[in-house]
């Protein structure tokens, strides 16, 4: 079992940058698949970016050319840097795994992973 704890949340003026941590702790797997989404209210959750252990990258659309996510397997830690942020970007964020690489643009879009963080919460003001 993967234990997930986010952090880096917190509030800031639109057109502001957040760079969300995700820490792995627990068993680690040598392939893997691992992402972000977020919630916001009244709102389903959303795929916004996944890595896996090849350093494949997938974005949504929404996020694609201000979000980035990237890894540092030495610390087994996930970041998603968030750039030009939107009030519609309010959300509390997540971060997830999934053990194996193989199918992970499924697993993201389904958003079937193994193993979830409680969240850290972001609030974009206008």
């Known amino acids: 079992q993967v234990q997930l704890v986010e952090s880096g949340g917190g509030s800031v003026q639109a057109g502001g940058s957040l760079r969300l941590s995700c820490a792995a702790s627990?068993?680690?797997?040598?392939?893997?698949?691992m992402g972000w989404f977020r919630q916001a209210p009244g709102k389903k959750r959303e795929k916004l970016a996944a890595i896996d252990s090849d350093g494949i990258t997938i974005y949504a659309d929404s996020v694609k050319g201000r979000f980035t996510i990237s890894q540092d397997k030495a610390t087994n830690t996930l970041y998603l840097q968030m750039n030009s942020l939107k009030p519609d970007d309010t959300a509390m964020y997540y971060c997830?795994?999934?053990?194996?690489?193989?199918?992970?643009?499924?697993?993201?879009?389904?958003?079937?992973?193994?193993?979830w963080g409680k969240g850290t919460l972001v609030t974009i003001s206008s």
């Open positions: 997830a795994h999934k053990k194996w690489a193989s199918y992970c643009y499924s697993a993201v879009e389904t958003q079937i992973m193994d193993s």
């Open positions: 627990g068993y680690t797997y040598n392939s893997y698949c």
